[in-house]
């Protein structure tokens, strides 16, 4: 198991402080993030959260999966690694482009 979790079905009052405090129930916690709309300012509804090692991870995927935090069931699953998005060239009208 990896070291980072995926914490999915956040409260869109939870913060990363929040986050941060109830991992910690499960070890070292070293980093905590809820991931943020950029347009809206507002929680996404998950984030992540890096535990110091595997076993302290997994412990905290058993403590905290489907547990109430800020009034959600939360869903905590090992985080997938990122996907590269494929580069994608300009495709609208070529005519008159750069003159």
């Given amino acids: 198991m990896e070291k980072k ?6 409260s869109y009052d939870t913060t990363e402080d929040s986050l941060k405090d109830l991992f910690s129930k499960a070890g070292k ?3 905590a993030t809820v991931i ?5 300012g507002r ?8 535990m110091s090692t595997e076993d302290e ?5 058993e403590m905290f999966n489907e547990k109430d935090l800020d009034g959600r ?3 905590v699953d090992e985080a997938k690694p990122m ?3 494929p580069f994608r060239e ?3 009208p070529k005519e008159n482009f750069g003159e």
């Fill in 90 to 92: 300009f495709s609208g």
């Fill in 43 to 50: 929680s996404k509804g998950f984030g992540f959260v890096e």
């Fill in 36 to 40: 943020i709309d950029k347009i809206s």
């Fill in 5 to 10: 979790l995926y914490v999915g079905s956040l």
């Fill in 73 to 75: 069931k939360i869903i």
């Fill in 29 to 31: 916690v070293e980093s």
């Fill in 83 to 85: 996907k590269k998005k």
């Fill in 57 to 61: 991870a997994k412990k905290a995927k």
